[in-house]
């Protein structure tokens, strides 16, 4: 998207994060992360895909009320052992806890090209490079 940006991204960026400092934190938005196309040692998709999405909304929207726990982990929580609904789906228990379990070496290998796109950004926010280097230090890299 940076070609078709007509401004400054570092203030951009203070922007939401001014907007977040402001905000009621029980009414901002919550951020998620998924990984629908990780693939196993057999280059298959190891998550079905598709329809069942929407287990892990549902989990999402449980999580949002309160209503199911997660698992902490160096890049964030991950539904906790039993509250994302697998019933029905052909899953096994080694797969899905493949799919809950962030692949770190890759992440640390990542960590080199994030580091080059963020130094993009001359006057990027203090916040976020502090968080750039904690995650860094919480993946040990």
Known sequence: MLPFCGY???????HWLDIGAKGDS????????????????DGK???????DNSRVLAWVFRRCEGAVDAVETPIGLVPADGDLDTSGLD?????LHEVLTPDLE???QEIPQTQEHLARFPNL????????AALEQRLGA
């Open 8 to 14: 400054d991204m570092a203030k951009y960026f203070q």
């Open 26 to 41: 029980d009414k901002l938005p919550r951020i998620f992360y998924v990984n629908w196309f990780r693939k196993g040692d």
């Open 45 to 51: 998709f190891l998550w079905p895909g598709f329809g």
């Open 91 to 95: 899953i096994t228990p080694e797969a």
């Open 106 to 108: 890759a992440m640390r």
């Open 125 to 132: 926010p203090q916040v976020l490079k502090d968080q750039m």
